[in-house]
């Protein structure tokens, strides 16, 4: 089931609405599919809402709440992703609740993140062209300083670094279509 900007809209309200009712504040900082749909755009939807959210322990309830209330997957809002997050990356407020805040990744910070990634599967490479338009990006060594300054050290494989290449090529490409 596909997270809509509505779906995810609504569920960040239930959210707060379950953390004013235990008169706790949250905040998740999004990233992935969930800022690309919200953020920037650039997609429709998302499979689920990759992000790190706090605190941990009331979350995990209100994640299965809402889940079972809506039939969700049991990830629909997940922190698998946490491990991607850095010191050096940068968020903004998306939207403020009563009790809850919403970040997002600025758009570096989540091109760093979809590089390092590198998964072929998944919507990595075409996410990383759109935020390459929008960060209006000019040379490979300008996607390599981004990662270099968002993103931990020993992500910068030799897998990550073709892929980047890989998906600098189909940017270039997609940024000057040949003539009809």
């Known amino acids: 089931m596909e997270l809509t900007k509505q779906d995810m809209l609504k569920y960040f309200e239930?959210?707060?609405?379950?953390?004013?009712?235990?008169?706790?504040?949250?905040?998740?900082?999004?990233?992935?599919g969930a800022a690309l749909t919200l953020?920037?755009?650039?997609?429709?939807?998302?499979?689920?809402?990759?992000?790190?959210?706090?605190?941990k322990e009331a979350f995990g309830d209100i994640i299965k709440t809402i889940g079972n209330k809506y039939g969700l997957r049991n990830d629909w809002l997940n922190d698998g992703v946490k491990g991607f997050f850095?010191?050096?990356?940068?968020?903004?407020?998306?939207?403020?609740?009563?009790?809850?805040?919403?970040?997002?990744?600025?758009?570096?910070?989540?091109?760093?993140?979809?590089?390092?990634?590198a998964?072929?599967?998944?919507?990595?490479?075409?996410?990383?062209?759109?935020?390459?338009?929008?960060?209006?990006?000019?040379?490979?060594?300008e996607v390599f300083?981004?990662?270099?300054?968002?993103a931990y050290e020993n992500l910068l494989t030799a897998k990550v670094k073709f892929f980047t290449m890989e998906v600098y090529e189909q940017y270039k490409c997609s940024k000057n279509p040949p003539p009809d």
């Open 14 to 32: 239930e959210i707060n609405e379950q953390l004013s009712k235990q008169n706790i504040t949250g905040d998740i900082v999004m990233a992935g």
């Open 119 to 141: 998964r072929a599967d998944t919507k990595d490479a075409s996410d990383s062209i759109t935020l390459m338009k929008h960060l209006q990006i000019k040379t490979i060594e």
């Open 86 to 117: 850095t010191e050096k990356m940068k968020f903004s407020i998306y939207k403020q609740y009563s009790n809850l805040t919403i970040r997002s990744m600025d758009a570096e910070s989540l091109l760093a993140m979809k590089l390092t990634a």
């Open 39 to 55: 953020v920037y755009g650039a997609r429709n939807s998302t499979q689920d809402i990759d992000a790190a959210f706090s605190p």
């Open 145 to 150: 300083d981004i990662i270099e300054k968002n």
